[in-house]
């Protein structure tokens, strides 16, 4: 089946220790984005690629980091620089950057403090 | 990017009832879309919406692109129990990139 597969399901972070979350999508998709949501708010952009080789930073990048070495896979790893990581993490994925086609998203992955 | 002003925040509702719900932004959108999340998962793409007044149903669910291209309406009709979630507009502006979001409507269905 065709969709959008992020992994872990639930993730736990040490103080000063980045962790990398996962997507991958097998729908051929071109663009990828990662949102970050929190209790009773909507989602908030953190990282978004609209090609291979290519991101640009969202709304709230700090503290984060991505890579899109294949077209298929949008990692992001929650450095320790971002303070306040405890959150709901959803990763999407549309036919094309900066067109009118609907991003998809996958079941996401809950990242809590230890 | 803006965050939507969507309303009302949550509904409570009985089995069978209509539900509204709508969704305003700051500036002119050329795309507005409904999701619905349920917990502990992704939103789940309901209607999309693409030109001025457009008007679209999916099943029970039915989504309007304001005229002013400044706002979404979604109904829902003879609701369910499995309607319960949180439903969430989000839109593109002309010159945007990123989808901008709504905080979303909690809806609780009693049977």
Redesign the interface.
Known sequence: DGG?T?SPKYLFRKEGQNVTLSCEQNLNHDAM?WYRQDP??????IY?S?IVNDF?K??IAEGYSVSREKKESFPLTVTSAQKNPTAFY?C?SSIG??S?Q???????T?LSIL | GQQLNQSPQSMFIQEGEDVSMNCTSSSIFNTWLWYKQDPGEGPVLLIALYKAGELTSNGRLTAQFGITRKDSFLNISASIPSDVGIYFCAGRENSGYALNFGKGTSLLVTP
């Open positions: 959008i992020q984005y009773g708010q909507g989602l908030r952009l978004y609209q640009q969202g709304d959803l999407a950057g900066g009118s609907p991003q998809h998203f996958g079941d996401g809950r």
